[in-house]
């Protein structure tokens, strides 16, 4: 490799957490060592930029991390950094010691955050997609969503159980705000009768159709898994006219929340995260800013932030269609 483009760079972990950050950090960390570059782990995401929270790392600062879900950095929201002055400040805090490059793991915030920087201040940036939602463009899958998927898939799977023994019907609430990848594959995964995702259009009356056909045709577990930002009504309001249309049906709702977010990442979510760490320091080192390391088709590749956050990734028509002929 030629002479690498920065000797400093910091690291630092935004938004919402996802399994999975940890390892992106220690791959972050210990590339940045094999190529000799001084690496600074930045606490509490942008707050921590401005405030100057930062620790230098070394190999050995991320020993026995690789296996444990969350951020050893924290992460955070900030408003101020939304803000002309919250950034100066963070662009001194970086002048301060040096640094040359920002490795920001997150979402599209911390995506948008990052392109505005170094749009006005010009210190490289490159992102590293860490989300459980899955819905950034420019790469195939996002850090935590496996782990999370699994999380919820062991959930359903585990409902089903006392649905089917009690012949009731669940609504099962995952996340994802804007997209419903945890929703689609998870209700395939675990024999779903419905899924309900924001990107499909949908009435009240093609559940009911479904339940009918389900009736009719002895379907013993009726769980109906719903995207968080799916658009019909709330989980709640489902359930309720469902029960108005069924008054026969025994219906329950759980909503699985947080505890899709922790827990160990999966094995595909550390090679992932392990191939992007490295990925973001290697961008780095060429002189690569204001783009994001994703792997596409098995492939290392840098997408434009702008892009990635304006895109989207499509949801699989296929998948919809399997999902469909399977339930019946
Ligand atoms: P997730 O998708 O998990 O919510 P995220 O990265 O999208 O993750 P956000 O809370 O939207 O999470 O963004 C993280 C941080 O990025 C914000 O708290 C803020 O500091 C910064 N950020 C977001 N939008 C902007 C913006 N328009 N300008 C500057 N900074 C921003």
Redesign the pocket.
């Known amino acids: 490799m030629t002479e690498s483009q920065v000797k400093k760079i910091g690291v630092l972990t935004?938004?919402?957490?996802?399994p999975g950050m940890n390892a992106a950090i220690r791959a972050v960390v210990r590339t940045a060592n094999y190529y000799q570059l001084d690496c600074f782990g930045i606490r509490e995401?942008?707050?921590g930029l401005m405030e100057g929270n930062f620790t230098k790392m070394g190999p050995r600062s991320v020993n026995n991390i690789i296996n444990q879900g969350g951020t050893i950095l924290k992460s955070?929201?900030?408003?101020?950094?939304?803000t002309k002055e919250g950034?100066q400040k963070a662009f001194e805090q970086c002048q301060k010691i040096g640094i040359e490059g920002l490795v920001c793991i997150?979402?599209?915030?911390?995506?948008?955050?990052a392109k505005?920087?170094y749009e006005e201040f010009g210190i490289k940036v490159i992102g590293i997609p860490?989300?459980?939602?899955n819905?950034i463009f420019g790469t195939d899958h996002t850090i935590g969503y496996d782990t999370a998927l699994n999380t919820a898939m062991e959930a359903i799977d585990k409902i089903r159980d006392t649905a089917t023994s009690h012949n009731r019907v669940f609504f099962v609430e995952v996340m994802g705000?804007d997209a419903g990848f945890i929703a689609l594959n998870s209700g395939v995964a675990t024999g779903s009768l419905d899924i309900l995702i924001p990107e499909k259009k949908y009435s009240i009356e093609n559940l009911f159709r479904n339940f009918r056909k389900a009736k009719k045709s002895g379907k013993s577990s009726n769980i109906v898994v719903v995207a968080e930002g799916e658009k019909l009504g709330s989980i709640y309001e489902l359930a309720q006219q469902t029960k108005a249309e069924f008054p026969d049906f025994d219906i329950r709702v759980s909503v699985l929340g947080h505890t899709q977010r922790g827990g160990a990442p999966s094995c595909a979510d550390r090679v992932l995260a392990s191939r992007l760490g490295y990925g973001a320091v290697i961008g780095l080192m060429e002189g690569k800013t204001n783009v994001m390391a994703g792997i596409r088709a098995n492939q290392l590749v840098y997408t434009p932030i702008g892009e990635a956050i304006k895109k989207h990734n499509e949801m699989n028509g296929d998948l919809i269609k399997i999902a469909e002929i399977l339930a019946t």
């Open positions: 935004s938004g919402g957490d996802a995401g942008y707050s955070a929201r900030s408003l101020e950094f939304k950034r997150g979402g599209d915030g911390t995506f948008t955050g505005i920087f860490g989300t459980i939602d819905d705000r």
